[in-house]
């Protein structure tokens, strides 16, 4: 193993959702080891606030506006990267939304939402880069999934089902694809503090903090909420030589709540 191993000098990584949050922050991550990097969100004005979020942090982004549950607009972005800037090296699928709503007062379009973004998205990303992985013999794809790739709560069915189907998508793009030296892996964040995760940290009227934010800060051995920032170490990682021996993997960066029971309330 070499150090340059960890290195991204010459590779292109699309980072989707990407103007703020975790993605901003995982796609910081691979500029920093030498990536360059593209991003898209869902409108012109998140992509101009991202292009100048990157700016302002040292970073030539390129921004594309595409929403990741329409094919056309997912492969004519494609195809409008590879000319501009070159073949995609490194898929981030990272887009995603959740709603928080008790199962049996979700609607059916409300669920099929979540799926279509969370999951749908995904593949239809990955299908539209892996044909050129192919061609180029080598390729990495990390998907974000979750916590609730593995548990589940109140209010989050569609969420938890569109992230555990994440998890075993994964794992079905490494074994069709990994003969093509194709790497496809999963992050799995904790509890992280980005616009997603507000609601759950709102202090509340009485001064007091959110009771799930006490729940979470007493399920997680640190004891606190994690940072986007702690996700791009594992992103540079998995984007890199260093882990080509890795394929259908979920890492979890979670501080440690899928491994602890949680502190007993004083
Ligand atoms: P976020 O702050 O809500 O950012 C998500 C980004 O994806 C936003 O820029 C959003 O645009 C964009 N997006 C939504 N729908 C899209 C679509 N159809 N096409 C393209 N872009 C779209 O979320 P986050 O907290 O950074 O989370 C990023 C990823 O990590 C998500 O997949 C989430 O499920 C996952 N995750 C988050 C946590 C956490 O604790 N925050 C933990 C585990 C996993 P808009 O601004 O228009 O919504
Ligand atoms: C929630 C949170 C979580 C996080 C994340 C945990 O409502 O429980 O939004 O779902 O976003 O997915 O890994």
Redesign the pocket.
């Known amino acids: 193993m070499k150090m340059n191993d960890f290195r991204l000098d010459g590779k292109i990584a699309l980072v989707t959702g990407a103007s703020y949050g975790i993605g901003f922050a995982m796609a910081s991550g691979l500029a920093e080891a030498g990536a360059t990097i593209v991003f898209n969100d869902i409108n012109q004005d998140l992509v101009n606030r991202g292009i100048a979020a990157y700016k302002e942090a040292g970073i030539t982004a390129h921004g594309y506006v595409c929403d990741v549950t329409n094919e056309d607009q997912v492969n004519e972005m494609i195809a409008q990267i590879e000319k501009e800037v070159g073949v995609v090296d490194i898929l981030v699928n990272n887009a995603g939304i959740?709603k928080?709503i008790p199962m049996i007062e979700m609607t059916a379009a409300q669920f099929r939402q979540v799926i279509d973004i969370d999951l749908n998205g995904p593949f239809i990303m990955a299908k539209a880069v892996i044909p050129s992985m192919i061609k180029k013999g080598h390729g990495k794809i990390i998907n974000i999934?979750?916590?609730?790739?593995e548990l589940g709560?109140e209010?989050?069915s569609a969420?938890?089902a569109a992230?555990g189907g994440l998890k075993m998508l994964t794992r079905n793009i490494c074994s069709e694809y990994g003969e093509y030296n194709i790497q496809c892996n999963g992050i799995?964040?904790?509890?992280?503090a980005t616009p997603?995760?507000a609601p759950?940290r709102e202090i509340q009227p009485d001064g007091s903090r959110h009771p799930?934010d006490q729940f979470i800060v007493a399920k997680t051995p640190a004891g606190r909420w994690l940072e986007a920032e702690e996700l791009a170490g594992p992103a540079v990682f998995l984007a890199s030589d260093a882990s080509n021996a890795v394929n259908g993997h979920i890492l979890y960066v979670?501080g440690g709540i899928l491994a602890y029971i949680g502190k007993q309330p004083k």
């Open positions: 959740i928080r999934c979750s916590m609730m790739s709560r209010t989050v969420y938890a992230k799995g964040p904790g509890y992280i997603q995760t759950l799930f979670d």
